[in-house]
């Protein structure tokens, strides 16, 4: 797996680079653009103020949420693909250093049947409207 690490210090690229959105969703979550808002990701902040996104959905999120017990995401779907992907990710209690278990890619009717059986949260910060 892949391990994907968007550094503090990319903020001091010049003016050509540096971060577009970077935003706290809950616990160590974060939803984080670095030069275009198409770009964004899920990841978990490490220590040194970096963001692991290490086998997490991104990029292109277009929307997430997240209560005490869940982190939902919607990734508008790959080119050539014509459905968004929706993920939900499990809560540790250690997420801070072991992150949670994630689950899907699903449909929007497979994600609304896993929505009501779980008690997912809303979708608190949309970005674009799914398709």
Do not use: N
Request: hydrophobic share 40%; net charge neutral.
């Amino acid at each position: 797996m892949r391990r994907r690490l968007i550094p503090i210090f990319a903020l001091l690229l010049g003016a050509c680079g540096g971060f577009v959105h970077d935003e706290t969703l809950a616990g160590p979550w974060r939803l984080v653009a670095v030069d275009r808002q198409e770009d964004m990701i899920l990841c978990r902040s490490i220590e040194g103020g970096s963001c692991a996104g290490d086998g997490l959905p991104g990029p292109r999120i277009i929307a997430a949420g997240a209560d005490e017990r869940h982190v939902v995401v919607i990734r508008r779907a790959p080119s050539g693909r014509s459905a968004d992907e929706y993920y939900f990710l499990i809560r540790a209690s250690d997420e801070a250093t072991r992150g949670g278990s994630l689950h899907g890619p699903f449909d929007a009717s497979q994600f609304a049947v896993e929505k009501a059986r779980l008690g997912l949260p809303e979708f608190s910060r949309v970005f674009l409207p799914p398709a």
